[in-house]
């Protein structure tokens, strides 16, 4: 954990009065884009009856789309990388961004997990992203994003959450349960109600606000933002962009051919438009944190001959160096 002085950094506590998600998801990038420099914000928000699908997921596969909406729910894409999520009101969603100097993974997780203890709740950080009870059943994800100035760290913490609607929604692949070695979405997951039943929303906001005050220091004001407030134009355009049919679904092709894989790091889904033995279209789909392997292979593919070599002699000239890359380039060379 780095060693900072906090005296002259902002801190800044942001609540949202709405359970829409599309507005959420919209006032954290709000926030994140206009965050000043020496600033860390924790940003507290709750999604009604929500799936949130990761950046370059397909979100039919990944959700029973009609039902949800069907049932009134909604269907939204966060900006960062990883699988999809269920959000109710029995889950608090929690968001840390942070200047470039000031972010500290460790300390966000101190916030988190220190927030569940004085719950009552020992809890742990495991894998790539996920928090868990000391048997291992996980009651929080995170996903993560970075520009060159600024990163940001989100979550959930399942407090009560459906756990059999939870389960109706998402489809989550045989093969990435085989990966984890459990047998269904709700087999893996818990709720901290079941460790501590008076445990609510309002008791694990104050739980957060003061571990990050222990954290930090003290924090001026606490901000809150409301769908019907008088709002920023930018915000009003980021709630545009994230509500939109566009965004949440993207395009639906019929592809001529499809190959699926999963590794370590997560699944991948490529699928090939082809003309006159030219791919003219790549849709590459995953739940790996690190979203830049699918949206490398969306932009170097189209234009290709549809060969092994031509394919291959492509994506090594890219020159990039993603481990999760070269696991799919040796993947590709048998398949193709």
Same mark, same amino acid.
């Given at each position: 954990? +780095?060693?900072?002085?906090?005296?002259?950094? +902002?801190?800044?506590?942001?609540?949202? *009065?709405? /359970?829409?998600?599309?507005? /959420?998801?919209?006032?954290?990038?709000? $926030?994140?884009?206009?965050?000043?420099?020496?600033?860390?914000?924790?940003?507290?928000?709750?999604?009604?009856?929500?799936?949130?699908?990761? !950046?370059?997921?397909?979100?039919? +596969?990944?959700?029973? *789309?009609?039902?949800?909406?069907?049932?009134?729910?909604?269907?939204?894409?966060?900006?960062?990388?990883?699988?999809?999520?269920?959000? =109710?009101?029995?889950?608090?969603?929690?968001?840390?961004?942070?200047?470039? /100097?000031?972010?500290?993974?460790?300390?966000?997780?101190?916030?988190?997990?220190?927030?569940?203890?004085?719950?009552?709740?020992?809890?742990?950080?495991?894998?790539? /992203? =996920?928090?868990?009870?000391?048997?291992?059943?996980?009651?929080?994800?995170n996903a993560f994003k970075f520009i060159k100035d600024k990163g940001l760290m989100h979550g959930t913490l399942l407090l009560n959450t459906d756990? &059999?609607?939870?389960?109706?929604?998402?489809?989550? %692949?045989?093969?990435?349960?085989?990966?984890?070695?459990?047998? &269904?979405?709700?087999?893996?997951?818990?709720?901290?109600?079941?460790?501590?039943? =008076?445990?609510?929303?309002?008791?694990?906001?104050?739980?957060? !606000?003061?571990?990050?005050?222990?954290?930090?220091?003290?924090?001026?004001?606490?901000?809150?933002?409301?769908?019907?407030? =008088?709002?920023?134009?930018?915000? +009003?355009?980021?709630?545009?962009?994230? %509500?939109?049919?566009?965004?949440?679904?993207?395009?639906?092709? &019929?592809?001529?051919?499809?190959?699926?894989?999963?590794?370590?790091?997560?699944?991948?889904?490529?699928?090939?438009?082809?003309?006159?033995?030219?791919?003219? !279209?790549?849709?590459?789909?995953?739940?790996?944190?690190?979203?830049?392997?699918?949206?490398?292979?969306?932009? $170097?593919?189209?234009?290709?001959?549809?060969?092994?070599?031509?394919?291959l002699d492509k994506l090594n000239e890219a020159g990039i160096n993603l481990t999760e890359l070269k696991d799919v380039k040796n993947w590709l060379?048998?398949? $193709?």
């Open positions: 954990m +780095k060693h900072m002085d906090y005296r002259n950094v +902002k801190k800044r506590l942001v609540f949202s *009065t709405s /359970n829409n998600p599309w507005f /959420n998801l919209a006032l954290e990038e709000y $926030l994140f884009n206009t965050m000043e420099d020496d600033t860390v914000i924790m940003y507290l928000w709750q999604n009604e009856n929500t799936v949130v699908i990761g !950046k370059t997921q397909n979100a039919w +596969k990944e959700c029973r *789309t009609a039902l949800l909406e069907e049932e009134g729910g909604y269907l939204a894409r966060r900006s960062t990388g990883g699988g999809a999520v269920y959000h =109710d009101l029995g889950n608090m969603c929690y968001t840390f961004m942070a200047s470039s /100097n000031l972010y500290d993974l460790e300390r966000q997780l101190k916030v988190i997990l220190g927030a569940v203890r004085d719950q009552g709740i020992e809890a742990q950080f495991t894998g790539r /992203n =996920d928090i868990t009870l000391m048997d291992g059943r996980k009651f929080s994800g756990s &059999s609607v939870m389960a109706r929604y998402l489809q989550v %692949s045989k093969a990435k349960m085989q990966a984890k070695g459990v047998e &269904s979405v709700r087999s893996r997951v818990a709720n901290l109600i079941e460790l501590n039943p =008076d445990i609510t929303p309002e008791k694990i906001s104050e739980s957060l !606000k003061k571990e990050f005050s222990k954290e930090y220091g003290s924090w001026e004001t606490e901000e809150i933002y409301g769908m019907y407030d =008088d709002i920023p134009e930018e915000l +009003k355009k980021l709630y545009e962009k994230y %509500s939109s049919w566009e965004f949440r679904y993207g395009e639906t092709p &019929s592809f001529d051919m499809a190959f699926e894989n999963r590794f370590t790091w997560g699944g991948i889904d490529i699928n090939l438009s082809v003309e006159k033995g030219v791919i003219t !279209k790549a849709y590459v789909y995953s739940d790996a944190m690190d979203t830049a392997v699918a949206e490398t292979l969306a932009d $170097l593919l189209p234009g290709i001959p549809l060969d092994r070599d031509e394919i060379a048998e398949v $193709l």
